[in-house]
């Protein structure tokens, strides 16, 4: 099979920029799960992001602007959930759907004006010294800010979890809210500030996909990325490097699906472009097929403070 | 101090009464987004819940409508009630409504352009049949390797809709349709035309099969072994072990069951008002069904009424569309809104509120 135009160094440097908006995601519900909920409102999250983002990005030229304002966005639609969740005791399935048909019709509600509209978006930044390297400098180190933010991000996800006494809070009220709750951690207060970090997180990885790897705003143009994150956490069993791991792997593999479309393969369109579902059912199955891997004892447990 | 109190058993007052409430609270702030949008809210409010019943001009043509509407929507509720109450969470009832429809079609299409009375009874069964083995995925998965069903199910609502833009301009495109994407029209195909049963009331077969499936599912709920063991599963899922309930199967029934009703709203939809397979022909019936169960408490007459006030809102939707040019997505947010001030208010049946500190 001849494959023209498949370089894999541009293979790699896309995949990057595909896998962002996924890790961003992934990286906000690991931390949001870790503490022992399960907010299935990412993808309405994401979107509402997507929107804010976009309309702050076009009303004042700065893309910074923007993925600022989407992760405040997301961070407040997160507190609906939580709130929800938290106070009024509701299930978190229930409410996490909720939160995405909610997130849903505000975006498009919102969004409608700007449709057609191209928006400023981020320019590359070349890291000195590395992106001089030849083959891995453009492959690598020539990408917007947002994505070596997302993987500092992870890395400040992974540290503060493992090595800091608020990471092993959040752990412990993730695994057990009772026992957490009798040692006199504030189970709500924790569980509402890793709920809107979550929030802020999936707003940021929804802006990246309408300022950057678009850069325009479609209704319901996040397509799924955020129940992909939801699955990527899994996938990850819950640990942040993971969770990179496999975006970057989902990353690629629509990367790769979008180049064989281009370059006209003889598979049709629709089947390239459910593969990445596909796929990652699969690998949802080899990791759920092996047995306990570390999910939080209490996710998706209601926690009721009986005196 | 405000402290909540677990109740013993859910109030059945409350349990009647938090819909009506949720009802009331989705309609003061939609009204404040209407306002919001420079709409006038009461009028806004008015053309959505009254005037398709009432006005003189719509009604003729609204409360049809209100049954087309509601089928669908009922009997995809009425399976996904049956596995959220064991603690099932199949959330890709859109998927299975998708692979219903293509699956109905497909059995009419093969026939083509033969008439025989066999050939709406043999589509029923292929729908139903196409909705039941979308959910037999996630269910084997989960049974077999403890996958996450609600991830699966959702995530097969995209393959399907592949699917479906593979078949409206492949497999199913019509053959005298100039090349243009979609199936023939079966509105046009007499045997596999699912029409009104009664002239202009909107009652099509899927309808009927809604109210068969209200009943079916409340006898079995409140009657059958099944139906306890559902209940026993989701509330006391240890109690269910012991008691020696095969979770196994019950998961597959669940999923079988919401996915073979879902199946076959999107094959009566086909066959009816839709009329043809084409690339957008889901419209999101199988995610707003999950409102319609919860607003209906998960009981089947509950669901038949929450079926048939969210039709409501499809069509007054619409309608505030043409005369006020309020944005189509209002409607949306104006259903999930309702979801969510369901699930807060949803509390006050399982807790009570207590003033001071606790003895």
């Known amino acids: ?307 | 101090m405000i402290r909540f109190e677990k109740r013993l058993a859910p109030s059945r007052t409350t349990t009647i009464l938090t819909p009506i409430i949720a009802v009331i609270l989705t309609m003061i702030a939609g009204g404040i987004m209407f306002a919001a949008l420079g709409k006038d809210p009461f009028e806004a409010i008015r053309i959505i819940f009254w005037d398709p019943l009432f006005d003189e001009n719509f009604a003729s043509y609204s409360r049809p409508q209100l049954l087309v509407k509601a089928g669908p929507l009922i009997l995809i509720a009425i399976g996904l009630s049956v596995g959220f109450k064991a603690g099932i969470w199949n959330i890709g009832a859109e998927g299975q409504y998708i692979m219903g429809a293509i699956f109905g079609a497909a059995a009419a299409l093969a026939v083509y352009p033969a008439e025989s009375p066999f050939i709406f009874p043999a589509m029923i069964i292929a729908g139903a049949f196409g909705g039941w083995l979308w959910a037999m995925i996630p269910a084997v998965l989960r049974t077999k390797f403890k996958t996450n069903e609600i991830l699966v199910s959702l995530m097969l609502v995209y393959v399907a809709e592949s699917i479906l833009a593979s078949v409206a301009q492949g497999l199913l495109k019509n053959p005298d349709g100039y090349g243009f994407p979609g199936s023939r029209n079966l509105q046009q195909y007499p045997s596999a035309f699912n029409g009104e049963v009664i002239a202009n009331s909107g009652m099509h077969w899927g309808v009927i099969s809604a109210f068969i499936a209200v009943i079916f599912t409340y006898v079995m709920m409140t009657r059958h072994i099944r139906g306890f063991e559902v209940r026993l599963m989701g509330e006391a899922p240890k109690a269910a072990q012991f008691a020696g309930v095969s979770t196994t199967r019950l998961i597959v029934f669940c999923l079988g069951f919401s996915g073979a009703l879902a199946g076959l709203a999107g094959m009566f939809e086909v066959a009816g008002p839709a009329g043809q397979i084409t690339i957008d022909f889901n419209s999101g019936y199988g995610f707003t069904a999950i409102i319609v169960a919860f607003l209906g408490r998960l009981h089947p007459v509950g669901i038949l009424l929450a079926g048939l006030l969210m039709a409501l809102t499809y069509i007054g939707g619409e309608l505030a569309q043409l005369m006020l040019g309020l944005p189509g997505a209002s409607i949306q947010l104006f259903q999930g809104m309702l979801l969510l001030f369901l699930l807060a208010t949803d509390m006050f049946t399982n807790y009570r509120i207590r003033l001071g500190a606790a003895q």
């Open chain 1, 1 to 307: 099979m001849d494959l023209p135009g498949i370089s894999p160094v541009l293979l790699i440097a896309s995949l990057m920029v595909s896998a962002t908006p996924i890790l961003l995601a992934a990286i906000g519900e690991t931390v949001v799960e870790k503490s022992g909920v399960l907010n299935l409102g990412v993808e309405g999250m994401m979107i509402v992001g997507a929107v804010v983002g976009f309309i702050t990005a076009v009303n004042t030229t700065s893309p910074a602007l923007g993925f600022v304002t989407a992760a405040i966005a997301g961070a407040l639609l997160s507190t609906i959930f939580a709130t929800l969740v938290l106070f009024f005791k509701s299930n978190q399935v229930a409410t996490g759907l909720g939160l995405t048909l909610v997130g849903l019709g505000i975006s498009a509600l919102l969004g409608k004006p700007y449709e057609g509209i191209k928006s400023p978006t981020l320019q590359a930044f070349e890291i000195p010294v590395l992106s001089d390297i030849p083959v891995l400098g453009p492959m690598l180190f020539s990408h917007d800010p947002m994505v070596y933010i997302s993987i500092l991000i992870v890395a400040a996800v992974w540290f503060v979890l493992k090595y800091t006494r608020i990471g092993l809070v959040l752990r412990a009220v993730g695994e057990n809210h009772d026992a957490a709750h009798a040692l006199g951690y504030k189970v709500i207060r924790i569980r509402f500030m890793a709920i809107m970090f979550g929030g802020a997180c999936a707003g940021l990885g929804g802006a990246y996909i309408s300022l950057v790897r678009v850069p325009q705003w479609t209704e319901g143009m996040t397509a799924g990325a955020g129940w992909i994150a939801l699955a990527i956490v899994v996938f990850a069993s819950w640990k942040p490097w993971r969770a990179l791991l496999g975006a970057y792997l989902f990353g690629g593999i629509t990367v790769l699906q979008l180049n064989l479309q281009a370059a006209g393969v003889a598979i049709p369109v629709e089947y390239l472009s459910m593969s990445p579902f596909l796929i990652t059912i699969l690998v949802l199955v080899i990791i759920s097929a092996k047995g306990n891997h570390g999910a939080p004892a209490s996710l998706g447990r209601l926690f009721h403070a009986s005196n």
